[in-house]
């Protein structure tokens, strides 16, 4: 997590408690490309630009042939829509922007890990469909 506090973290038991579909961490969630996919964690934070939810996955497949940015976005999208929307909140603040995150390796947020490829991407949420927004 990052410094100071400010970032919030749930795992996989906390949101299922929360309401949302019961998963654990480390099943695998299907993608369109196939590849192989697990939830490591949500973060939240309030920066200057209101709240984020970022949902941390591992995807060990991701630099390697067939798995550049390009043949994986989709799966990005298609986790925002049918793994983060659902587990938002029914009631209370809703978040700004969602950040999807795949990495090779779990590792801890906010620290440079070099030798481990990462993709990013972020949405904003219109009528529970994820909209592609540019950082």
């Known amino acids: 997590m990052a410094r100071g506090g400010a970032w919030q973290c749930l795992t996989a038991s906390a949101l299922a408690l ?10 695998l969630l299907s993608v369109p490309s196939g ?21 941390r996955f591992v995807t ?6 067939g798995r550049a940015y390009e043949d994986v976005e ?10 983060a929307i659902p587990r938002l909140a029914q009631t209370g603040p809703q978040p700004n922007q969602i950040v999807i995150s795949f990495s090779q390796e ?12 990462q993709f990013f991407e972020a949405y904003r949420v ?7 927004e540019f950082f």
């Open 35 to 55: 590849q192989s996919v697990s939830f490591q964690e949500m973060l939240w934070d309030r920066p200057g630009g209101g709240l984020i939810y970022r949902f």
């Open 126 to 132: 219109e009528d529970k469909t994820c909209i592609l």
């Open 106 to 117: 779990e590792t801890e947020f906010g620290v440079a890990t070099e030798d481990v490829t």
């Open 74 to 83: 989709v799966d990005m999208h298609h986790l925002c829509e049918t793994f």
């Open 18 to 27: 929360s309401g949302a579909a019961a998963f654990a961490s480390g099943d």
């Open 60 to 65: 060990p497949e991701i630099g390697q042939a």
